[in-house]
């Protein structure tokens, strides 16, 4: 039977090859169930923008159906939706606004010439102290410990001999 494609956004199969594609891919059809698919991710403030310039479909609002469907040239959104849409954008904008710090964002640049001019920069360097541990006193009574139990310091690092651990 040979390959078949399968579009997706038209719910329909048809023979794989390059030209029935195409004519699949370029139709109007396709064309409307792909932008019907990726509207139900649009923004809350794109679509309030776009549903304010319409007016209200007489023949949605009455029977709760419109034969054009999303490609409806008119508003297909009751006015409690709109409104609701209306406070999404302004609570969303709202909270932009005091996310935001008093001078704007800094600018990354900045940020990442700032970390490591400071970390190369050998004047603000400091000298780093590593912590030293005591041996417990319980300890001192096992004077043939193996290494993992005795107390790490630098030199201890260098000079150990890993092989010997049990």
């Known amino acids: 039977?040979?390959?078949?494609?399968?579009?997706?956004?038209?719910?329909?199969s048809f023979k794989d090859d390059p030209e029935a594609r195409k004519k699949h891919l370029s139709s109007l059809q396709h064309?409307?169930?792909?932008a019907d698919h990726y509207s139900f991710y649009k923004e809350p403030e794109?679509?309030?923008?776009?549903?304010?310039?319409?007016?209200p479909c007489k023949k949605y609002m009455t029977t709760g159906d419109c034969a054009f469907g999303r490609s409806c040239k008119f508003s297909h959104y009751a006015p409690p939706f709109l409104w609701e849409?209306?406070?999404?954008?302004?609570?969303?904008k709202m909270a932009a606004s005091?996310?935001?710090?008093?001078?704007?964002?800094?600018?990354p640049d900045d940020i990442v010439k700032?970390?490591?001019?400071?970390?190369?920069?050998?004047?603000?360097t400091e000298e780093i102290s590593y912590p030293i541990w005591d041996v417990p006193l319980e300890l001192h009574n096992y004077p043939n410990l193996p290494s993992s139990l005795?107390?790490?310091?630098p030199e201890s690092i260098t000079d150990s001999n890993f092989g010997q651990w049990s």
């Open 150 to 153: 005795w107390p790490t310091t």
């Open 98 to 107: 005091h996310f935001m710090p008093q001078g704007g964002w800094p600018n």
């Open 31 to 34: 064309a409307k169930n792909r």
């Open 114 to 124: 700032e970390f490591f001019v400071d970390i190369t920069n050998p004047e603000t």
């Open 46 to 55: 794109t679509i309030l923008q776009e549903e304010q310039g319409k007016i």
């Open 1 to 12: 039977m040979g390959k078949r494609y399968y579009c997706d956004y038209c719910d329909r």
């Open 85 to 92: 849409l209306q406070r999404m954008v302004a609570a969303k």
